[in-house]
């Protein structure tokens, strides 16, 4: 058995965010897409509702034997190992997403803020940063970015708090908060959130906006034109999602956006962007915490 056989058919498409859109350049699209691959398989993986733990975790170090070159039995991080050897880059990012699935299999519950930040550093904040090295960007780059990944990782976590506890019992949200809220975590289960989680959700949300506040230098920073664009548009989409949690109940109401809303809010974004480029509005980074 190998991990590609756990494959749930979900794909690039079906993500929250753009995944190697048309926007960024065609050469980095195949390591990007080879890179996601890697991880859409290791996290169906963590996610499966049939395998135990123990062999979540079996198939998972499979991934990462293969990865460095000492198994060739796991498809996907063959073909990311060939890539990265092309390309001169380090397996690290890579590597360091096996750490956050493994801790997805074996934690379930987490302290604080700090406890789910340091999740995100193995979860989410390698995705950026190994975008960035694709593009040649300069590890400058990478506190707005891992700032980003960090606020899209809480984003989907908020978005999906009911399902993640009744699929995998699985809960993101601190458990001081809910317990500060004289709630337990099957609160999550209810059809609708009570006034207590949803002033929980909404104080994340804003924690998360913070995060966001921290990335907006990202566009400005990154000399790539098309992948500035791509960041903007991630950036956009993001402050409205955020925007969405803060009225929105995530356990009963709809938490995303609609096509029409996506298309419109990346068309800003990137006319946006593309102004500043040309009038020399993105040539320095905007301050944290400000926006432009």
Request: aromatic content about 4%.
């Amino acid at each position: 058995m190998t991990a590609a056989n756990h494959r749930t058919g979900k794909g690039h498409k079906d993500e929250n965010f753009p995944v190697a859109s048309l926007i960024i350049r065609r050469d980095a699209r195949a390591p990007v897409m080879a890179y996601y691959a890697f991880a859409r398989v290791a996290d169906d993986v963590s996610d499966s509702p049939i395998l135990a733990p123990d062999m979540k975790l079996k198939l998972l170090d499979a991934m990462g034997a293969s990865l460095r070159g000492e198994r060739e039995n796991e498809p996907e991080a063959v073909a990311l190992r060939e890539v990265l050897r092309e390309r001169g880059l380090s397996d690290q990012h890579a590597h360091d997403l096996l750490t956050a699935f493994r801790r997805d299999v074996t934690q379930l519950r987490y302290t604080d803020w700090d406890d789910l930040m340091d999740y995100c550093r193995y979860s989410a904040m390698p995705v950026g940063r190994y975008v960035l090295d694709v593009h040649g960007e300069s590890r400058d780059t990478w506190p707005a970015s891992d700032a980003l990944c960090a606020a899209l990782q809480v984003i989907n976590h908020l978005q999906d708090c009911g399902k993640d506890k009744r699929a995998l019992d699985r809960v993101y949200i601190p458990l001081p908060l809910l317990i500060a809220g004289d709630l337990i975590p099957d609160v999550l289960l209810e059809p609708a959130a009570p006034p207590a989680l949803l002033d929980i959700i909404h104080h994340l949300a804003k924690r998360t906006d913070a995060l966001l506040d921290q990335a907006e230098p990202l566009a400005a920073q990154v000399k790539d034109l098309r992948l500035a664009i791509e960041v903007a548009i991630i950036q956009r989409l993001a402050r409205r999602l955020v925007r969405l949690l803060l009225i929105r109940d995530p356990l009963s109401d709809r938490v995303h956006l609609t096509k029409i809303e996506t298309l419109c809010t990346a068309a800003g974004a990137a006319l946006s962007t593309l102004w500043q480029r040309m009038t020399g509005g993105g040539t320095r980074a905007v301050p944290a915490g400000k926006k432009p």
